[in-house]
């Protein structure tokens, strides 16, 4: 074997160097001062990756670009303050410091701020999520309600400080004073979605009777700004707040070029906060003059129909006879009829009276009482009366004998003869003394009336069967049987 080869069994000697030995905590606390040192405060670009919100609060996220990728953490009360939450797929910028994380031996962005990258990346979400909220029904059509034509109470969410309430009070103060209930939130910045989501849902739970009168009709309000300015008016708690509104809304969002989810989402929207009081109301006076001239119009047609009535009338009352000359014919016919009926009057008179002169004679009682004997006789000499008489007499005779027949065969001439009918609890006649037992309930019925008893001793026995008569041996008699 060549000499500058060792064998394995032979011992080697491992040189001593004079390095630091670290343990892996010392190490990992070496490197993450470092980190924290070089940088501890970096802003970085990028876009968001995975992230996932556990049921701490805290973010965790991953920004990364097409070359590398950097894990960032958010603490639940830092990122609870942002106004600007991040969703994966979105450019975003990051504000914190680098740090590592011994347990995993990786480094990380302690993020204290996250922004988008430019209004692009705004845009690009905000265009997100309107497809997602009009994909759920929040924007149709059907959903929208109709504006009160002249609501007694509005109900207006904006900035009590700004010059957006006081252009709409000012405007609604010209039209058509009406009483107004101002929320007061703030429209920019962190609190503004969660004010303005709180405010129309407060004012959708006022009762209708309560102290403080509910509003017919919202305003949600705010001036004009960018698109940074205007985010908390596309936020979903804002926008699903508004959907979900039994009230009607008028979104006033910025100015005209403006536009925001709220808008979409509103039952009507504004150009201005101004022309969301002139929809809110009409003008007082043009409804005065709308209703004035209505009533004048009223009034000429009224007086229109009736001189058209008047005229008609007339026309028709100049084609009619006048009264009296229709009543004269009718009184002169009533006249003459008067005169013929009290001449006919006495003539029936006389007719009647000597009709009844000539009857007079014959109406006497002696008369009568002929007539009456003279006629019964008549009825009395046809023979059909005396068959009647005849076949009544047979019939009345043979219903007397049934009657004595009935009578005779009837139990209660038994009865009579010193029998009784014997009945059991129930009323049920007892005609044998097998069915009764000691003790037994019974009714007795007399010819003179009933009596109650009580059947003492051993059940009756059965009755004995009757013997068969032997035959005789004897002879015949020829002569006649005996009866007995």
Known sequence: MPAHFSMMNEPTETPQSNAHEFTVSELSQSVKRAVEDEFGHVRVRGEVGRLSRPASGHIYFDLKDDKAVISTVAWKGVASRWRFQPEQGLEVIVTGRMTTFPGQSKYQIIVENVEPAGAGALMALLEERRKKLAAEGLFDA???????????????????????????????????????????????????????????????????????????LIIVARGGGSVEDLWGFNEEAVVRAISESSIPIISAIGHETDTSLADFAADKRAPTPTGAAEMAVPVRSELIAYVDDLGTRQRTSARRIVARARDGLRASAA???????????????????????????GRARQKKALQLAQLAPRLNRRVLLQTISSHRARIEALPLQAAILRT??????????????????????????????????????????????????????????????????????????PKKPKKSSAPPDNGQADLF
């Not at 010819?447 to 008893?453: F, L, R």
Request: glycine share 8%.
């Open 392 to 465: 009544l007499g047979a019939k009345r005779q043979q219903l007397e004998q049934s009657w004595q027949l009935a009578n005779s065969l009837g139990y209660r001439n038994v009865l009579a003869r010193g029998f009784a009918l014997v009945s059991d609890a129930q009323g049920k006649l007892v005609r044998s003394a097998s069915v009764l037992g000691a003790g037994d309930r019974v009714s007795l019925k007399f010819a003179d009336g009933d009596k109650e008893a009580t059947i003492s001793g051993s059940a009756a026995a059965p009755p004995l069967k």
């Open 319 to 345: 084609g009619l006879p006048r009264p009296a000359e229709i009543l004269a014919e009718a009184r002169q016919r009533l006249d003459i009829a008067q005169t013929r009926l009290a001449a006919a009057l």
């Open 142 to 216: 059907e959903h929208k309600q109709d504006l009160p034509y002249l609501p007694r109470v509005i109900g207006v969410v904006t900035s009590p400080s700004g010059a957006v309430i006081r252009d709409i009070l000012h405007r609604l103060a010209d039209r058509f004073p009406t009483h107004v209930i101002v929320w007061p939130v703030r429209v920019q910045g962190e609190a503004c979605a969660p004010e303005v989501a709180a405010a129309v849902e407060g004012f959708n739970m006022l009762p209708p009777e309560g102290n403080i009168p509910r509003p017919d």
